[in-house]
């Protein structure tokens, strides 16, 4: 069984069904990825552990998807909450010279990031990031070099960087949903380019592929029961 937390005051509900957070889920997963790679679940039922994984609310609801998993590392434990109050320290530039760099996961982002690939490369992932600001403004400049950035799906993306003997992706300016951050990419790509993309959490993206999983399945059995 995997070790859960003490109830933290008098009257606090049983540790199972207290509510999990994305980095359990995503512990989980990463678990079962593990076993499947090592032969102890296959792929069919990887997916359906993964779908129960994404549609986990509790404790008690995550903690059997890895009970029967030998490996002490494959054993839901769950991740510690943030101390209230916790503020991750803000970023505000990235270099990469004939080297990279990459911004992603859970990380604070100002309103003004400055970033430079020379001979190099860098991403930028504003997924899963802390904005301090409703509008964040990114000069990104590739000189020989390459630098990605990556929106989140439901951002407002305004895109006015230039590209000289190379490419600054436009395609991504679009208008959001009403309240979620707006975010502007400007500089320019001498011989080099940066490339803009508005994409799904990877947590949103997975819960797309086993729902469209789930209704070629039932597609299936229509057309099997039909015949």
């Known amino acids: 069984m995997a070790t859960l937390p003490e109830p933290t005051s008098p009257g606090h509900p049983e540790t199972g069904v207290l509510r999990a957070s994305n980095a359990d889920r995503e512990r989980v997963a990463a678990a079962l990825h593990e076993a499947a790679a090592e032969g102890r679940i296959d792929l069919n039922e990887l997916d359906a552990r993964l779908a129960q994984v994404y549609s986990a609310r509790t404790y008690a609801e995550l903690q059997p998807l890895t009970v029967d998993l030998p490996a002490p590392r494959a054993e839901f434990v769950p991740a510690p909450p943030e101390p209230h109050g916790l503020v991750l320290p803000p970023s505000r530039s990235a270099v990469a010279i004939m080297s990279g760099f ?37 000069r990104a400049v590739a000189i020989m070099g390459g630098i990605d950035v990556i929106a989140p799906e439901n951002a407002t993306v305004h895109v006015t960087g230039l590209g000289i003997m190379g490419g600054f992706d436009h395609g991504a300016s679009a208008v959001g949903t009403p309240g979620a ?47």
């Open 181 to 227: 951050p707006m975010i502007v990419v400007t500089g320019f790509a001498f011989w080099g380019g940066v490339s803009v993309k508005r994409r799904p959490s990877k947590a949103e993206a997975e819960r797309r592929r086993l729902e469209r999983k789930r209704l070629k399945a039932e597609k299936k059995a229509q057309d099997e029961i039909s015949d």
């Open 102 to 138: 990459k911004r992603s996961g859970r990380w604070t982002v100002t309103s003004k990031f400055e970033c430079l690939a020379f001979w190099g490369g860098g991403t930028i992932d504003l997924r899963d990031a802390v904005f301090t600001e409703g509008t964040v403004t990114i």
